[in-house]
């Protein structure tokens, strides 16, 4: 299974089996997405081992609502949704949508909102990349939309990705059609951007007795449904166990697979409301831990923790 976005007036002509009970894509609401992000981390830094960096990401995540509010995108996504409906690609394909110099303006924006806020290493970072031209900050993009990481340092790649999200999120609410369930592949891919996702949300709904399982998308934002008892990676069933820290009441565990060996973290609302795919993410790495001595590897990725050099 699969999701396609398709342009609107597509869906209106379509024979109706288009409607689906559960909504398989949901676009990202622009409106305090960051700041939210920006206040759970917050929340849990006080007692976790890594708060410090959480507070830092924090700090990013605040600046990321300012710039997002400062550079409204307007865009016509009309063409280009119509054409990737035609091919059967994500209409913000990461691999093919060409970036306009917006994001690089976001970028600058966001170095200026948190050049107060930093010192030391991360404010040398800052001052450095402010430095680059704009040939070597498109090149940094475009390998860490390869998933080339040795390519960009990985204290970098934060701030980077950070001026990058809000650019493909802004786009991401600008489309104007609706999603449809398909039999496909790569499921695994964001359907709107094709990046990873952080980790999944397993959504409260009243209708639903053990809740709707999205994955959030590690950079324009959107959340795709993924069905429950399936690998979110490989589709398999036969081998998925969940995990958790032993003896704690958490609204996080770890869905692990045998047959790909990979392993993704789920939220879930219904035990603690206020989870933030990203924020909780980033403050359960014990849980990354835990899996990589089991063998597993991360099928999703943080957009404040890239490896790298």
Request: charged content about 20%; hydrophobic content about 40%; glycine content about 4%.
């Amino acid at each position: 299974m699969s999701i396609r976005i398709i342009p609107q007036e597509q869906l209106e002509k379509s024979d109706g089996t288009a409607a689906d009970q559960i909504p398989p894509l949901l676009f990202p609401r622009l409106k305090n997405l960051y700041s939210r992000r920006a206040a759970r981390l917050r929340r849990l830094a006080p007692k976790n081992p890594l708060g410090d960096y959480l507070r830092f990401a924090a700090v990013i995540a605040q600046a990321q609502e300012i710039v997002l509010y400062d550079h409204p995108l307007h865009m016509d996504l009309r063409e280009r949704l119509a054409l990737s409906a035609n091919e059967g690609k994500a209409p913000l394909d990461i691999h093919a949508l060409p970036r306009s110099t917006h994001w690089q303006r976001l970028l600058h924006s966001l170095i200026a909102e948190l050049k107060p806020e930093m010192s030391g290493q991360a404010l040398a970072v800052l001052e450095n990349l402010e430095k680059a031209s704009a040939p070597e900050l498109e090149a940094m993009a475009s390998a860490l939309f390869a998933g080339d990481f040795t390519q960009v340092n990985s204290d970098k790649s934060p701030f980077i990705w950070a001026a990058l999200s809000i650019y493909w999120a802004q786009m991401a609410a600008l489309i104007p059609g609706k999603a449809r369930v398909e039999y496909g592949e790569q499921h695994q891919f964001c359907p709107v951007c094709a990046s990873m996702p952080v980790s999944g949300v397993v959504h409260l709904d009243p209708t639903q007795q053990d809740g709707l399982r999205y994955l959030h998308c590690n950079l324009c934002e959107s959340e795709w449904y993924v069905v429950a008892g399936k690998c979110s990676n490989c589709d398999q069933t036969r081998d998925l166990h969940l995990w958790s820290l032993e003896g704690a009441e958490t609204a996080i565990r770890v869905e692990s697979c045998g047959d790909c060996g990979t392993y993704m973290k789920m939220l879930y609302q219904e035990r603690e409301p206020a989870v933030e795919p990203v924020a909780d993410d980033l403050a359960s790495l014990v849980l990354d831990a835990r899996m990589e001595q089991e063998g597993f590897a991360r099928s999703s990725l943080n957009p404040f923790m890239f490896p790298g050099e």
